[in-house]
């Protein structure tokens, strides 16, 4: 059977990675979504680096947005924002993730748009709440780890100057809250007929994330204890060394506790409650993870894996990025898979982590060419073979020339 979002038509006016990022699970679910990028394309397009033999698709750009539609509108000609808004009269939804006063100069603001279309659904994300102080200012995924508390988390660690984590977090956590958010509004509408507004922010999104587990001793009034979750910043939470290389253990209930002691020949511990007994156990973190260590670097990785696997305690091991492309697990899943692009040739993709028993999800196109399905989308619309040959003359509709064959 199609996707679950099968028959939802979906403008989408987002770039870079936060937006994308949302309507590619909405794509791959079995929307249709329609990507409008202006004549230059997303930016993400470039982000990277020109690694191809086009240097418009670049690899963030090709990984974030598979089974889209490009159709590319110069929206600084009126003829371009005539048509946009005669698709958007036609749509499910519409989404984007530029700040709301350009957006509302361009005649594309809900109070116009729900004229066109009362039933439609207006998503769209910026970096601050637009009723706070902070709402009309430009938000990237750099500033957003800053202000939300995320570049200073790991300095509760290490005590060491804040720093942004390694990956795009602030656009990747918002999106998927963007996504989440329009599922919401599209049973709503479902159930009811009625279209509404949708608003996610970056700083609120991030906040409440990392809240979510470091709020903490601030949870009450007055406050009982410090914010930070304390075994999760702890200093001594981390991979462990072992023999040949590291690993990640994590030995949970009183039971494994007392099964790891027995494996690693030190039965003695058993007898220390503040290791056996969960409620001493959490006030004695930093000593058992020290303990931990101490234990696991005498024996190879390997040896330790399969006997944790025997004894059911939770354990993993250490990947690099390169090695999860030969990962055994992801591998057996059909997670990877090499398939030819038509400008760029044999790529590797990856698989939505959505699985549906009766809806599948799958891949059905490469991420697009800027504008490669214009004339489509427009034809779909209603629009005339001669009304398009007109915007394509004004240049207000860009189509890519011809693929070489």
Known sequence: MPGPLAGVRVIDLTAVLLGPFATQHLADMGADVIKVEPPEGDLLRVSGGSMGRDKNM?????????????????????????????????????????????IERLGLGYEDLKKINPSII?????????????????????????????????????????????????????????????????????????GQMIEVPMLETLASFWLTEHLFGATWTPERGTMGYDRIINKFRHPFKTKDGFICALPYTDAHWLTFFELAGRPDLCKEERFIDRNERAKHFSELYQVLASLLEHRPTDEWLAMFDKADIPAMPVRTLEELLDDPHLEATGFFTEREHPTEGPITTFASPLDFEKTKVEFRRHAPRIGEDGVEVLREAGVSDAEIARLKADKALIVPAPMAQ
Not at 66 to 80: F, G, I, V, Y
Not at 138 to 160: E, H, K, M, Y
């Open 122 to 194: 207006y998503a769209y994300s910026l970096g601050y709440a637009r009723k706070g102080p902070y709402g009309h200012k430009p938000a990237f995924d750099d500033l957003v780890q800053g202000v939300s508390g995320a570049a200073s988390l790991q300095s509760r660690v290490d005590g060491l100057p804040p720093r942004f984590m390694p990956s795009l977090i602030a656009d990747k956590t918002t999106g998927l809250h963007l996504c989440i958010a329009v599922l919401g509004a599209l049973y709503h509408r479902q159930r009811t007929g009625e």
């Open 58 to 102: 670049g690899p963030i750009y090709m990984a974030a947005n598979r089974n889209k539609r490009s159709l590319c509108l110069d929206l600084k000609k009126p003829a371009a924002c005539t048509v946009l808004k005669e698709l958007i009269g036609k749509a499910d939804l519409f989404i984007h993730n530029s700040r709301p006063q350009a």
